[in-house]
Each structure stands twice: as C-alpha cells, then as structure tokens.
C-alpha cells in the first residue's frame, strides 16, 4: 500500500509544477525559463514529500530505506533551491532582460550586473556587521567577529 503511495506521491511531484507552468506561463516566455521554472517547483515540492518521511523517520527505530532516502534527498533539495535562488534566477532574470543581441554580450552583461548587485550586498552586509561590532564593544560586551559571522 505505500508502494502506491509513494508512486502516487512522485507522479503529482512531477505533473503539478507542469501543470502550474503550462497554465499561468505566458505564451511568449522562453523555453529555458519555463524548464527552469519546472525544475525549481519540482525541488520545492520535493520539501513536501520528504517533510512527512523525515518526521516517519524520527518516530521510527530502524528504517533504513526512508533515512537512506531522506539523508541523500534533503541537502540535495536544499543546495539546488539555493543555488537557483540565489544565483541561477538572478542570472537567467538579467540575461533574459539584456538588450544585447549576441549570446555572448547577454552573458557579460548577466554577469557583470550580478557581481555588482552580490557586491553592494556584501558592503552592506560588512557594514552591518561593523556596526553590530562597534555597537556592542562600546557596551562592554565581549564579541568577536567571528562570532558575528557565525
């Protein structure tokens, strides 16, 4: 019986995000964007799969099929949603947006508009930690920064 709803489980996984995407995508997006869009609301519906098999697996004594499963599946899930959010989206976003004809100059342009924005992130970050360093020294508080990256 969890064989079945294991199957049914993985074949709405892989139908809904398709389903969200032929649905509301526009006509005219790219075909790259909408597999890229796929790809992503896939990982992110992997999360609600694997959620109630870590839960099973914390209850349960010696199950090793679902620990191996969600051991592999969980980092796997979580580093591909992170790197599509914080680096593949931007970069497909300021590609798709370039008015540069040639592949090439689209790709400059993506790359060059990004390590700008990741840039005045980190200044602001760096700043922001700065700030909590000084705040909390002159208050007499031992702190490192170390400890503030952590």
Same mark, same amino acid.
């Given at each position: 019986?969890?064989?079945?709803?294991?199957?049914?489980?993985?074949?709405? /996984?892989?139908?809904i995000p398709w389903f969200i995407?032929?649905?509301?995508?526009?006509?005219?997006?790219?075909?790259?964007?909408?597999?890229?869009?796929?790809?992503?609301?896939?990982?992110?519906? /992997?999360?609600?799969?694997?959620?109630?098999?870590?839960?099973?697996?914390?209850?349960?004594?010696?199950?090793?099929?679902?620990?191996?499963?969600?051991?592999?599946?969980?980092?796997?899930?979580?580093?591909?949603?992170?790197?599509?959010?914080?680096?593949?989206?931007?970069?497909?976003?300021?590609?798709?947006?370039?008015?540069?004809?040639?592949?090439?100059?689209?790709?400059?342009?993506?790359?060059?508009?990004? /390590?700008?924005?990741?840039?005045?992130?980190?200044?602001? /970050?760096?700043?922001?930690?700065?700030?909590?360093?000084?705040?909390?020294?002159?208050?007499?508080?031992?702190?490192?920064?170390?400890s503030l990256i952590i």
């Amino acid at each position: 019986m969890y064989e079945w709803i294991a199957l049914i489980e993985g074949l709405l /996984l892989l139908l809904i995000p398709w389903f969200i995407i032929f649905w509301y995508a526009f006509p005219s997006i790219p075909l790259y964007v909408k597999i890229l869009v796929y790809f992503e609301l896939t990982f992110g519906f /992997l999360v609600l799969v694997i959620l109630p098999l870590d839960i099973y697996e914390s209850n349960a004594n010696e199950n090793l099929q679902v620990k191996k499963f969600t051991s592999i599946w969980w980092p796997l899930s979580y580093w591909i949603i992170s790197f599509c959010g914080w680096l593949l989206n931007p970069f497909v976003s300021t590609y798709s947006w370039s008015g540069y004809f040639k592949v090439k100059d689209k790709v400059r342009h993506a790359i060059w508009r990004n /390590l700008i924005y990741y840039a005045i992130l980190a200044g602001i /970050l760096i700043i922001g930690l700065l700030g909590i360093y000084f705040l909390f020294s002159k208050k007499g508080v031992k702190i490192t920064l170390f400890s503030l990256i952590i």
